[in-house]
């Protein structure tokens, strides 16, 4: 088994031509962030409002990111990982 993490390739590849004097022509691909990051980010998100707004009827502690923010990234990595796993079983 590899332990090569999965990351879904660029979230938000494109091409760029650079034309010189011909004969050069010279394509880039930039390809940003993976999609493994772009999922962590959004799960990031999900796991901040979940930490700062209580359920109803629950009272909420302040919220110290300092506290947190290793873990949240950690569990923000991990629910990237079962995104990715979950698109290649549908795949």
Known sequence: MSDQIKDGGPAFPCEE?????PPYRHLLAHQGMTLRDYFAAKALVGLFSMEANPRVGETCEPFHIDKHCDAMA????KLADAMIAAREQQS
């Not at 031509?17 to 004097?21: I, Y």
């Open 17 to 21: 031509l650079h034309d010189q004097t």
């Open 74 to 77: 950690q569990h923000a990595y």
